[in-house]
């Protein structure tokens, strides 16, 4: 049985002492590249806000060679080539700096000539939170929502284009039989007949009015003097709890702690491999024995 050589002994020890002070020094190191840790306070908001319930429209004209079915216009004939749609962006953001990122939006929204249509602010310094629906002029919206988007930190944003021409031409067509219906009924005050008949043609005739005028309202929102899209603004505030310094000791300690366990697994590695060496050149040995006999 052959014995390694006292001076290889040292130098093996040697080499493994290398490789755990190199390894202690490079995680030492390493964790230098962390300097603190801030901690946030930060909510967390729901899902979905309520912006109350106004409707914002726009038009947008088609391009020759484009338009829609002639059924879907035939009741748009102010309007006509023309394509009626509600666009909705979403934008929800966090600050650090609420106070300085709040003033920022409303410069935007003055700037850009929008008007707010909801406002709603709650919170204590530190946990505040606004919603603000605002309607953009439709050539704008573009840039005020990339501009918003500039102020705090975007947390979720989203953007929906839905097509409102045929609901536009129905409410019109709706409009159109009504002020028709109301034109016979009119005409038959004019016709002899009883009081109870005048009374009930007196009723019916309110309840078309009333009717006209709820879709006066709806048909509103179309004009084109009240066009804008939406854009739907939820910020809420987030605040530095602590901010944790990691100190020397505490370095020393992980880093200590990380090489002990990895040279643990280095070792144990480097064991397996060589007395996997040793048993092979062994069985080697035995081998070339057998075959001198």
């Known amino acids: 049985m ?19 002070i190199l390894m202690f020094c490079l995680r030492l190191w390493y964790g230098y590249q962390f300097k603190s840790v801030t901690i946030f306070n930060e909510e967390n908001p729901a899902e979905s806000f309520d912006f109350g319930g106004r409707r914002n429209y726009a038009s947008e004209k088609f391009s020759k060679g484009e338009s829609p079915k002639a059924a879907v216009m035939e009741a748009i004939s102010a309007d006509a080539g023309s394509q009626k749609y509600e666009k909705i962006a979403r934008l929800k953001t966090k600050s650090q700096h609420y106070s300085r990122d709040e003033e920022q939006i409303y410069q935007l929204i003055d700037s850009s000539k929008s008007i707010i249509q909801f406002e709603n602010k709650t919170g204590n310094t530190g946990k505040r939170r606004v919603q603000l629906l605002i309607g953009v002029i439709p050539e704008k919206f573009d840039s005020f929502y990339l501009a918003a988007q500039r102020i705090g930190v975007v947390v979720e944003r989203n953007v929906t284009k839905t097509d409102k021409t045929n609901e536009y031409s129905k409410l019109n067509a709706q409009k159109i039989s009504l002020q028709k219906t109301l034109q016979s009924l009119n005409e038959l005050k004019r016709s002899p007949g009883k009081i109870e008949d005048f009374i009930a043609l007196h009723d019916k005739i309110y309840a078309i009015e009333t009717e006209l005028q709820n879709l006066g309202v709806e048909l509103g929102s179309f004009d084109t003097v009240n066009e804008f899209c939406t854009v739907q603004v939820y910020m809420y505030e987030t605040t530095v709890v602590s901010e944790n310094v990691i100190h020397f000791s505490t370095r020393l300690v992980r880093a200590l702690e990380w090489t002990v366990k990895y040279y643990g697994i280095f070792v144990l590695g480097a064991a397996f491999t060589f007395a996997l060496i040793a048993i092979l050149l062994y069985i080697r040995e035995v081998i070339v024995r057998v075959l001198k006999k």
Not at 5 to 20: M, N, S, T, W, Y
């Open 2 to 20: 052959t014995f390694i050589p006292r001076k290889d002994v040292k130098r093996l020890l040697l080499v493994f002492a290398g490789i755990f």
